[in-house]
Every structure is written in structure tokens, then in C-alpha cells.
């Protein structure tokens, strides 16, 4: 089928895959690309011709300078061309990446529905009361297990306060009473003897000392009376 028999009619053929136009827009891209280049490379060589032969031969000087408006104008258009593909492809690319994300987010909310199936709103309320209730039972039996039913749970707690501060009282009178007196600090005993002690030793030592047979004599007499 010709070209125009494949634009205005004729049996339609598959349309590729965003890939692959992507794929042959990128192709043809770069074959402009390189067509790009070789015209500029061109366009200088006729440029230099001109400019040597601008007084020598004015002709091919002329010659040069047409070839080289015409590379020009392929130049660009090969420029336009281009920058229409790039938005193509640049557009492309985007469908194709939004393609894939809602493929991507269709995926995910199959899923959820599939998971979700089986599973009814009201169904699951009855099972979270279920659990709640469930769980006030297990704590009303803790709390039953852990009551001290007949381990003094007839003590009241006021008692046993008062009674502590008792017993706490009692210390406290007993420390207060039982610190000890200071003891009064005696005076030393004298290391001599007093006077009337003194005294008597003195007289000791002098009838020790005289003999009856010195009654009579005056210095004894005198000593005696001394003494005495």
C-alpha cells in the first residue's frame, strides 16, 4: 500500500506501542542530528570559497555563496523538523510514563479489592467489640485473682496508720529520754597535805624524835610548845 493510501485509507495497521514510537522517533532524531551537522560543515566550506575567490573570480565566489543560502535554509528547516520531533517524543514520553502509573495504580486497587472481598464493614465492627469485650473480661479476672479476699482484707488501713505512729512516737520518747546527763567534772584531789594534816605529821615527826629523858631540856621545850 502507498503512502498516501496509508494516510487517507486503506486497511489500518496496528498502531505501535508508545515504546516503540518513542523508539523511532529518537532514530529519526538522531539521523537529523547528523544531517544537521554535515550541512553546517557545508555551509563553512562554501563560506571559505567565497571568501577566496571574492576578488579573484567573482563567479565562483557567486556560486558558492547560493549553494551555501540554500544549505542554510535546509539547515532551517532540519531545525524546525527537529524541535517538532523532540516535543512529540518529550510528549510521548510523558503519556508513556502516565501510562505506566495508572497501570501501575490500577494494579494496586485490584488488589485492594480482591483483599477487601471477603471482608464485611459490619462483620469487622462485631469482631472489634468482640475483642473489647473480651478484654474487659480478662481484666475483671486479673483484678479477681489479685484480690487478698481472706489475706487481711478486714484490715482497715486507718488502724494500721495510727498504729505505726505509735510505734513511731515511742521511739521518739525513747530517744528523747534515754540521752545521758552530762556528769559534773570533780576538782582534783590535792597532791599536798593541808595545813592540819601538815600539822600532825609535823608533831609526829617531834615526839618521835625527843625522848622522855629530854623533858627537861629548854630547846625541846621550846620545839614542843612550838608544835603545840
Avoid: C, Y
Amino acid at each position: 500500500m502507498s503512502f498516501f493510501g496509508k494516510m487517507f485509507g486503506g486497511k489500518k495497521e496496528m498502531a505501535p506501542t508508545t515504546g516503540e514510537a518513542i523508539q523511532k522517533l529518537r532514530e529519526t532524531e538522531n539521523m537529523l542530528i547528523k544531517k544537521q551537522e554535515f550541512l553546517e560543515s557545508k555551509i563553512e566550506e562554501e563560506l571559505n570559497t567565497a571568501r577566496k575567490n571574492a576578488s579573484k573570480n567573482k563567479r565562483v565566489a557567486l556560486q558558492a555563496l547560493k549553494k551555501k543560502k540554500r544549505l542554510e535554509k535546509q539547515l532551517q528547516q532540519i531545525d524546525g523538523t527537529l524541535s517538532t520531533i523532540e516535543m512529540q517524543r518529550e510528549a510521548l514520553e510523558s503519556a508513556n510514563t502516565n501510562t505506566a502509573v495508572l497501570t501501575t495504580m490500577k494494579n494496586a486497587a485490584d488488589a485492594l479489592k480482591s483483599a477487601h472481598q471477603n471482608m464485611d464493614v459490619d462483620k469487622v465492627h462485631d469482631m472489634m467489640d468482640d475483642i473489647a469485650e473480651q478484654q474487659d473480661v480478662a481484666r475483671e479476672i486479673s483484678d479477681a485473682i489479685s484480690n487478698p479476699v481472706a489475706f487481711g482484707a478486714d484490715l482497715d488501713d486507718e488502724d494500721l496508720e495510727r498504729e505505726l505512729d505509735e510505734l513511731e512516737q515511742e521511739n521518739f520518747d525513747k530517744e528523747i529520754i534515754g540521752i545521758p546527763e552530762p556528769t559534773p567534772t570533780l576538782p582534783e584531789a590535792p597532791t599536798e597535805d593541808l595545813p592540819e594534816k601538815a600539822k600532825e605529821k609535823k608533831k609526829a615527826t617531834v615526839a618521835s624524835a625527843t625522848k622522855p629523858e629530854d623533858d627537861d631540856d629548854p630547846v625541846m621545850q621550846q620545839l614542843l610548845s612550838w608544835a603545840n
